[in-house]
């Protein structure tokens, strides 16, 4: 199953303009992907599984409905960390991880240098976040240490994509659902998606 899915929102549009706009000040810049990362959880998750639960409200008994399985969010580092809290704001129950990843300059391959992770990522809906899928191999790494610890369900989320980065997570993951707010041209020389919105994880945290 190879899943990709681009939203289309009017404001998904708009605040992708103001992150890509390159004069955009770091608080601005923080606050949208946060604002965007949050609204693609709220696409991905419609699908998630519910179960009853007998509660009482003030005035009778009634089935409410509650998720069946615990929810974790792991954030590859830096620039994913971006995301984290506004997607814990809509799933304040979410259990979070951390997995350190950043591209060799040259190489542009993944260099791994930290992670933890909840228990829970056996049993539960496992979101990787990550603002860019450039040449996709953060988030496959990623996927497949997950994998490895015994993560069956997991998705990704990010805010721009584009063809290489794509084709490699569905062909390492073709399991994966990859939810988008853009879906780039191209790569260029050095990596970078173009026209992309430059280095998230430097916009993000102020530093160069
Ligand atoms: C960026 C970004 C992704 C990765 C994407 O991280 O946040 O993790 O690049 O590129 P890829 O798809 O080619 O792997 P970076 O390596 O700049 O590390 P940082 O977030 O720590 O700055
Ligand atoms: N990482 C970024 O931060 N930006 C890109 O365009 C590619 C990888």
């Known amino acids: ?21 390159k004069n955009t000040p770091t608080k601005t810049f923080r606050e949208s992907v946060g604002e965007v990362g949050a609204l693609i959880t709220y696409e991905m998750t419609k699908d998630l599984e519910l179960v009853p639960k007998e509660i009482e409200t003030p005035l009778t008994k009634m089935t409410a409905y509650q998720l069946k399985k615990d929810v974790v969010i792991i954030p590859i580092l830096r620039a994913g960390l971006g995301m984290v809290e506004s997607i814990h704001n809509i799933i304040p129950s979410a259990k979070i991880g951390h997995i350190g990843v950043y591209r060799d300059e040259n190489t542009l391959e993944p260099i791994a240098y930290y992670a933890k992770f909840p228990n829970e990522i056996k049993s539960g809906v496992v979101i990787v976040v990550d603002p860019m899928l450039a040449t996709g191999g953060s988030a496959s790494y990623a996927i497949k240490v997950l994998k490895e610890k015994g993560a069956t369900d ?17 062909h390492e993951h073709p399991d994966v659902p990859i939810y988008l707010a853009a879906m780039d041209e191209k790569l260029n020389e050095d990596g970078y998606i173009v026209p992309g919105l430059g280095d998230c994880g430097d916009r993000l945290f102020g530093t160069k």
Do not use: A, T
Request: glycine share 8%; with cysteine; hydrophobic share 45%.
């Open 154 to 170: 997991v998705r990704f989320v990010g805010l721009v994509g584009c063809p290489e980065g794509v084709n490699r997570l569905q």
């Open 1 to 21: 199953m190879k899943k990709l899915v681009v939203l289309k929102h009017p404001l998904i549009d708009h605040k992708m303009s103001i992150i890509r706009d």
